[in-house]
């Protein structure tokens, strides 16, 4: 049974997070969404809203579920069986971000392994932090985040604003 | 009539806005430079001070105007009869942070169309945050600013150490 | 009146170039499509066979025309009054090579300015070099060049093969 | 059962390779390593003598298997009923290449899923071509191609030279 | 004799920057190891707690020394009679933000010369600032650090927690 | 007595090999160009014609000298007892082709450091290749190349074209 660990801030769910765990889904048994726990990072969502987000776009796949964790996510994934970690790649900033964060965690636990998958074409642009800031400034977010939670999102921008 | 919009934060403005401005100025008809209004970022300067600071160095063009601006920047394109952006390009992540800024711009209005120059190479490693730092540290910034601009930035400079 | 040249190998050309045309034929009065004779390289399509392709994909543009060219670009752009050039951007490795070709382009001829234009997503992952294997494996090369030459690259691509 | 193709030129194999193998088959049940027949590109092996030393080397894991194959690479995985295709990445040259190509792929045949892994660290500034410029030039290659195979790439490289 | 200067934050000092330490020393006949006051940024360390650990460390190079300065570079290097400015380079990220250094420096003086080298290949993934996010995280930092330090880093991250 | 080599192909040599030459006569006591004898590349000027084109620009530095050599660069370094290589910067390709040649060199011969230096600003566009194609197609070289050797550059174009 293979597990695989999709580790993120999620601040909130794009359609570029989205494609990823839909793709996974199909080339592993087990989809374990992990929402991080960043004491330094205030977000616009807090953790358990981000979670729940997650949970209602993710109700389609059957082999996928969410959980938030803090510390190590070496440990994390130890916790849950899981040696394989998946990771959306959209820029070269995306690469050698990615590349770096890879190596320390295989230092860390040399027997986990990161697997990266190309984000799709037409979200290969999107950011949460970009929707963010199109969602204070009113500008439409369909087509950018799962549409089960565009109002949640428009909603928390004006509070926000 | 091709209007031109020349979006950014000028922080102050810099030889390198200022050398885009002008080429920018003999590709268009007219062009309008957007000072953009950041709730969440305090910069150096107000943003009038910003635009007085334009406005002096823009006089000897008679087909270039400024503005200041908030909200996003497809509607202010639009209330200016707009639908051209210029952005100046002087490296690999200025390319892959406009990549995706004019994908998410062109997502919000597809009419608007952003056009690059790459900056001239004697200002290719000119920022506004880098020329702020050499001020402070009470640095020779001839040539990085317009002469006209100097003893502005150095004032603030002081003001701000 | 604003001339601007979009030059290149086009062979053949593809979905991405015949976007960049489109595009800029709304920002400048005329745009002016240069094949460029390489004899150094020995292409697919002869140069009048692009030349020929080429004008096939304009026709719905008014304002838009092809000529093949040898010798240097910018002698090129002064013989058809235009000091504006058109390329397209995909990539970090496009963004590199077209910065130091745009360089010595100014350093040739001062008052020649290269405007960039970034590929539209859809078309962001072609290339001629990529749509030619394709073709030579049978691979559907639909959606990647104009269906009016579609027949003419698979025909060519088996010859070739 | 999750088949995944592993391909490439191998030209020779090299450490690099071997890494990526080796991770590879712990995360998928059967691994098939690949051999393009590249009719435009005449290697220093030839492609059955590839498929030989890639055999010698993959003796130890008893779910990975080679094979060579010509054509478009969607239509080899289709015949071995695999739909995910693993690449290795050393750089960002080879992130925006890569990039490219797993979007033509997509193409041509939405079901197929590209999945990246990093290589590691020790190898990551190996490549078919520097090994075989040092083999050429008499330089030890110990620790670059599997010891298996050392001889048999300086014995070539002696006859090329 | 050539004295060259090696500046950075070094918060706190790494394995990283150490092996660029020993390779300088053995380039040039004194290396200045300066340490930046920088009013902006708030670290784990105070400037004098690095200066502190930087000593424990350089211990085995007879011509490596450390001091804390502020104010332009290029001034402090002046003062110590250095011409030559010795950088390390992992990434391409750090390879572009250090171009626009050293060209803004070679303006501000330009008898100063920055000089690059490669961090080795087992520290290329190395920051200060993955390491103290590894520390906070109660992961091991061995190897990351120079020994000599581990302690200190751990009880500091333990305070910053 | 520190000994440098820069190695490179100079076919032909330009103002930003000359512009490294003249820094590094600077930093180091000796410096030695190397011109590769590559046999798997013809290049417009033979090496020995390369040579003598070095010879005649380098006149004003008395602590620089230039051999060609063929075989592995490390042994080539050897035979002059350097073991500090240098090497240019333009751009982030340069960058990735030299991180993975150094670490090869590394591994070839741990002793030898290689060192690099940002070409300068008004050469970072300039390679021996479009110099070639300037002149082929009959573009003005001045300010390209060292003066003295332009008529030869030119000349060479015209046999070549």
């Known amino acids: 049974m293979k597990v695989a660990v999709y580790p993120g801030s999620f601040d909130p769910i794009t359609n570029g997070h989205l494609d990823i ?43 996928v579920s969410v959980q938030s964790f803090s510390g190590l996510l070496v440990n994390f994934m130890e916790n849950n069986d899981s040696n394989v970690m998946i990771r959306g790649l959209r820029s070269v900033g995306d690469f ?3 590349l770096q964060t890879s190596l320390m965690n295989k230092k860390l636990n040399p027997n986990v392994e990161t697997v990266f998958m190309m984000t799709s074409l037409e ?39």
Chains 1, 2, 3, 4, 5, 6 share one sequence.
């Not at 807090?46 to 776009?57: G, N, P, T, W, Y």
């Not at 549409?147 to 909603?155: Q, S």
């Open 123 to 161: 979200f290969s642009f999107l950011s949460s932090t970009a929707i963010k800031q199109v969602a204070v400034f009113g500008g439409c977010i369909k087509e950018l985040v799962p549409d089960e939670i565009i109002d949640d999102v428009l909603r928390k921008a004006k509070e926000f604003n």
């Open 96 to 98: 050698e971000y990615e």
């Open 21 to 63: 765990i839909s793709r996974a889904s199909k080339v592993f048994d087990k989809v374990i969404v992990g929402v991080l726990i960043n004491p330094e990072k205030k977000g616009m969502f807090s953790v358990d809203e981000r979670v729940d987000l997650i949970k209602r776009v993710i109700k389609p796949f059957n082999n």
